[in-house]
Every structure is written in structure tokens, then in C-alpha cells.
């Protein structure tokens, strides 16, 4: 009875198949800082971006046309002139810089076929009246996740960052339809 039972016991430990307990797609240390990897998981984006762009122009354009006409007589002799210049000189000079700096948490909403993920976030922030919204979606590899969880934004590929401000300050920058009016009837001319 005892070898029976041995028997079928070595029987069925030969016929279970052993498994592997470890996967690296989804293994998270138990001792080690959690970084996003799948969807669902929060990711914190350390948003560091300036920009500047200048751009100069100048034209300048001379025309000159003289047309004359000598009429003559025995007793007199006259002279008639016809003459017409045009000249325009113009320039134009436009700079533009812009820094944003924020910390900005957003959300893994899909996983590539290469193991990227696909990130999109928001973040609402109203102070006295004004509302700053940054919204911020892309691609991000894990290998450039940092060790606290975080990513700066110039790693981030496909890189989607709006900055908007809506409130007293935003309307005091904006012009008002008297000058965007007078400004599109000049620009005609």
C-alpha cells in the first residue's frame, strides 16, 4: 500500500509542469521603489521647458518713373514734365520666450507593442480667481523612469504640453475687439 501510494504520487509530481514564477515584464521588487509599468499607474513628470524664437524682417523698395514732353513754337517754347516716385521702407521685429516649470502627475492609459507607455494628465490650479490649467500627454520609455518615480518632461516623446490661463490677468493680456478691429481694417491697407 505504502509503494502504491508512492508510485502514483511520483506519478503525478512527473506529470505537473513546473512554472515559472518570475516574470521581468511585470516583476516589482518588494524592497524597491515602485515605478509605473502598467496601466492605471501614476507617473509624476517634472515639467522643465523654455523656449525662445525670434524672428527680424525688412524690406526696402524704390520706384521712379520721369515722363517729359517738349512742345515748341516759333514764339515760344514750353516744357512739361510727369514725374512719379514711390518708395516704402519697412521692418519688423518679433521676440518670444516662455519658461514653465511644474510638477505634473499623469496617468499610464496604454501600453505600446514595444513596452512604452502612453501617459495623459491634467492639473487645475486656481489662485485667487485665476485658473492655470496644464494638460500633458505622450510616450514614455521605462528605462527613462527614475528611481522616485519621476521623468522629466524633455524625455518624454511625442511630448503634448499645453499651459493656459483663464482669469483677470489672462483678459488684461488679451486685446479688445475696438483694437482687433481697427488693427484688421489697418491691416487691409
Do not use: C, H
Not at 43 to 68: C, F, M, P, R, Y
Not at 86 to 94: P, Q
Not at 99 to 128: C, F, K, M, P, Y
Amino acid at each position: 500500500m505504502m509503494r502504491s501510494l508512492l508510485l502514483f504520487l511520483s506519478l503525478l509530481a512527473a506529470s505537473a509542469s513546473a512554472a515559472d514564477l518570475y516574470r521581468n515584464d511585470v516583476y516589482q521588487s518588494l524592497v524597491g521603489d515602485r515605478k509605473a509599468t502598467k496601466v492605471g499607474d501614476v507617473l509624476t513628470v517634472l515639467v522643465v521647458e523654455n523656449s525662445s524664437a525670434s524672428a527680424t524682417s525688412g524690406t526696402q523698395t524704390d520706384k521712379a518713373t520721369d515722363a517729359g514732353l517738349k512742345i515748341s513754337t516759333p514764339n515760344r517754347q514750353d516744357g512739361y514734365g510727369l514725374g512719379v516716385e514711390n518708395s516704402f521702407d519697412g521692418s519688423g521685429k518679433i521676440a518670444r520666450s516662455g519658461r514653465l516649470l511644474a510638477q505634473l502627475s499623469v496617468v499610464v492609459v496604454a501600453l505600446t507593442s514595444s513596452g512604452d507607455l502612453r501617459v495623459s494628465g491634467e492639473q487645475l490650479v486656481e489662485i485667487n480667481g485665476e485658473k492655470q490649467m496644464i494638460n500633458l500627454e505622450g510616450l514614455v520609455r521605462r528605462s527613462d523612469i527614475g528611481e522616485a518615480n519621476t521623468i522629466s518632461s524633455n524625455r518624454i516623446a511625442e511630448a503634448k504640453i499645453t499651459y493656459v490661463g483663464e482669469g483677470v490677468l489672462g483678459d488684461a493680456q488679451r486685446k479688445g475687439w475696438i483694437t482687433r478691429l481697427i488693427t484688421s481694417f489697418l491691416d487691409i491697407f
